[in-house]
């Protein structure tokens, strides 16, 4: 799902629309209730759910890390076991 899909989804979660090349200028609304989110909020809104991706990829790293720790395993180890 494209950044900008995601960001209107965010913003206007019922809104129902297209668009072209993941362009702010072609979107089209078919559903939209209240105002178009302008192309800065939509700009924020992806630079908010990037740096929510990078959290959730750390967070996700730190806990493997601590569990193979647990485990007393390398991430090598666990590969193979799960092979």
Do not use: C, H
């Amino acid at each position: 799902m494209s950044y900008l899909v995601k960001a209107i989804r965010q913003l206007r979660p019922s809104s129902e629309f297209s668009f072209n090349d993941d362009d702010y200028s072609t979107i089209k609304w078919d559903v939209l209730e209240g105002e178009a989110p302008t192309q800065a909020q939509i700009d924020s809104a992806i630079e908010q759910i990037k740096a929510d991706e990078i959290t959730e990829a750390e967070t996700k790293a730190q806990a493997k890390a601590a569990l193979l720790e647990r485990l007393g395993i390398t991430a090598d180890e666990a590969k193979l076991l799960l092979a």
